[in-house]
């Protein structure tokens, strides 16, 4: 049973800063950037290592094929990662799941760096892609819990600041050293974040969920400004009173019984695991964000440059692009940082919704400017897997298309998205069920790109990428919420309500008025 502590008001101790408060949630938020560093290193390490590869003289070598699978095996291993994430998170709870999950980087990237043949070297991708999954809930689900919902979205796009200079390191290496010494230098990062995650607090709401109130207290003043048990009374209550809600039987709640007559303990485990299945991950307040988060996940990454990144630098020599291919890449590093720090800066001031629908609008337009400049300029018989085919007239024109495409990709919020529409029931299950839908995803964009381009040239391929962004921008105008500043009990709560839509501006409005519907 969960019983509210008595805080007894102390008028001496005066209100802990602001700034105080913002950097003890920003500290221990670190644990979690250092996961998404790692995480962003892992996404990046084929785009690095397939140039060297792809027909490689001496060494080991891909062919085309061979080559199409390395880029995509990791996608393929995250989902299995990503699935058993959530109840690693449960069972473990949030910070040890944070130090759990770096084992299979750990592994990988010293086999990597070791890999005598071509299937130590897919050992080494494959267990990437299972670290990645594994990585998603515990940092989706931490963050989230332990930020406030005032500064929760400023925090959640810090995190994804640090997966794009996760993405910037590997891509700056590959300038600089080759993939082996990439993948030894590699290994620091899970190191760090084992390091950085030992000395950060447990959720205070999970603690409370395991009955463990005097911890909770005690994160909560770790999280509030290393403050004094009365100065975060109020808060603590309100955790209380949640957790005491989620201590309540759920066969119970949804079955209009009496909890103190409850025997559902005495139920048979598959038909009780089954109810409670059936009312915690198929009721509303979890399947509605979720299908959210699918549909989102699925449009982002059909838009355009998550298919392209590990075939990356050969897609800028197919364009003809006036540049190096490498410093190129680079460069679309440097832009999904700075995108990523202009998100921080504007999603207060924005909102999420308006950031993920001009984002989505954005990555639309670029891939139909750069399927354009292909079926103009490029012939039929330009193939980026094999080089012989490249145009040697360059151009800076698809150059820019191509950094508009990135700037607008790494604007998205769908990963912010992620850590706070989900009940707390059903949070880390959900988060990785979404996870792992985007790395299927994922996996399927980056093995089918070179099918699709050897059907529809570049031109096509980028026309099929541009036709995924048009519908989720569509998608996303008509049912994704805004929940900037909303605390997460109030989101859980606005999804068990009426389904409706959330269009509203003047131009939804006045369609509105005219064929008079009601808002």
């Known amino acids: ?108 990237w010293i086999l990597a760096y070791f890999s005598w043949n071509l299937p130590a070297l897919f050992i080494a991708n494959g267990l990437l892609g299972i670290g990645t999954g ?11 819990e332990v930020t406030e919902h005032s500064i929760r979205g400023s925090l959640c796009t810090v995190t994804q600041l640090f997966l794009a200079i996760g993405i910037l390191i590997m891509y700056f290496l590959g300038t600089v050293v080759n993939w082996r010494n990439a993948a030894l230098i590699s290994v620091g990062a899970p190191i760090l974040a084992i390091l950085f995650s030992l000395f950060v607090p447990e959720t205070p709401v999970w603690l409370l969920s395991q009955g463990r109130d005097k911890d909770a207290l005690d994160s909560l003043c770790y999280l509030r400004g290393w403050t004094t048990p009365d100065q975060v009374k109020e808060e603590f209550d309100d955790l209380v009173v949640y957790s005491r809600n989620l201590h309540q039987c759920v066969i119970c709640i949804k079955e209009g019984e009496k909890e103190q007559d ?29 299908s959210l988060g699918l549909l989102y996940f699925m449009f982002y990454v059909m838009s355009g440059l998550t298919p392209i990144r590990p075939n990356m630098v050969n897609i800028c020599g197919a364009f003809g692009m006036d540049a190096n291919e490498k410093q190129i890449v680079l460069m679309v590093g440097i832009l999904t940082f700075v995108a990523a720090l202009f998100v921080i800066g504007l999603i207060k001031l924005a909102g999420k919704r308006k950031l993920g629908i001009t984002a989505m609008l954005g990555t639309a337009i670029s891939c139909t400017a750069l399927s354009v400049y292909a079926k103009m300029n490029l012939s039929d018989s330009v193939f980026s897997y094999d080089t012989t085919t490249f145009p040697t007239q360059k151009s800076s024109i698809p150059l820019i298309f191509l950094y508009a495409l990135t700037l607008f990709t790494g604007s998205n919020v769908s990963w912010v998205l992620l850590g706070e529409i989900f009940p707390f029931r059903s949070r880390a299950t959900a988060q990785g069920i979404a996870a792992a839908w985007n790395y299927i995803v994922t996996f399927f964009a980056s093995k ?25 921008t569509i998608y996303l105008y008509f049912f994704m919420p805004e929940t900037e500043g909303v605390p997460l009990h109030e989101i859980e709560n606005f999804y068990k309500g009426d389904l409706r839509t959330f269009a509203d501006d003047p131009f939804i409005r006045f369609f509105r008025k005219i064929l008079n519907i009601k808002m």
């Open 262 to 290: 409850c025997d559902h303990h005495k139920m048979n485990i598959f038909k009780r695991s089954w109810l409670k299945f059936k009312y915690v991950m198929l009721g509303k307040a979890t399947m509605r964000p979720l």
């Open 1 to 108: 049973m969960v019983h509210k502590f008595k805080i007894s008001s102390n008028s001496g101790n005066a209100p802990v800063s602001r700034l105080k408060c913002v950097a003890a949630q920003l500290l221990a938020s670190m644990s979690a950037n250092l996961l998404l560093l790692d995480l962003g290193m892992a996404i990046s390490f084929a785009t690095i290592a397939l140039p060297d590869l792809l027909n490689s003289k001496e060494g080991l070598s891909f062919n085309d094929i061979q080559a199409s699978w390395f880029g995509s095996l990791s996608y393929l291993t995250q989902p299995l990662g990503a699935i058993l994430s959530g109840p690693i998170v449960d069972y473990l709870g949030r910070k040890k799941a944070s130090i759990f999950v770096n084992i299979p980087h750990l592994i990988a």
């Open 448 to 472: 089918t790109h070179i099918d699709l381009e050897i059907s529809l040239r570049l031109w096509g391929t980028f026309a099929v990428y541009g036709a995924f962004a048009y519908a989720g």
């Open 134 to 144: 594994l990585m998603e809930a515990p940092i989706a689900a931490y963050v989230g």
